[in-house]
């Protein structure tokens, strides 16, 4: 009973060493939210673009709903930066997910983080304006 115990207890860890893992562990939280804020902003410009394009500029005087021959239009427009946005996203928490859980596994005492739950939060408004995009004709 005794070596189960003492192979699961963690040794005690210097100061420098707790710091740099410390360090480690709030890079991986400020790579996470950079992404989530990169994200958060192809998404909203995404979703802008096609809700502005979409508009009748004829009441603010315009021509009306700007019309041609493009291969992309707003709405095209709109979900291709709507799903680069959810795609780097997706990547990012991926990649912090994969680092966190090494990190985790050679110091499973390190605190948790509310980081992956904002990347998941801005992951479901995301999807929900694709989906919002996609459906309205």
């Known amino acids: 009973m005794e070596n189960r115990l003492e192979k699961t ?13 410390e360090r480690t562990r709030v890079a991986y939280e400020r790579t996470i939210m950079s992404a989530v804020r990169t994200s958060t902003s192809l998404i909203t410009f995404g979703f802008s673009a096609y809700k502005f394009f979409q508009m009748d500029l004829s009441n603010i005087g315009g021509a009306g709903q700007l019309r041609g021959t493009a291969v992309i239009g707003p709405k095209q427009f709109g979900i291709a930066m709507i799903a680069l946005g959810l795609v ?36 479901i408004l995301g999807s929900s304006l694709l989906v919002i995009a996609w459906l309205n004709g």
């Open 88 to 123: 780097s996203l997706t990547l990012a928490w991926y990649e912090y997910h994969r680092d966190t859980r090494t990190l985790r596994q050679e110091y499973p005492a390190m605190p948790r983080s509310t980081a992956g739950v904002i990347a998941a939060l801005v992951a």
């Open 9 to 21: 207890e963690q040794p005690k860890l210097d100061t420098a060493t707790r710091l740099a893992i």
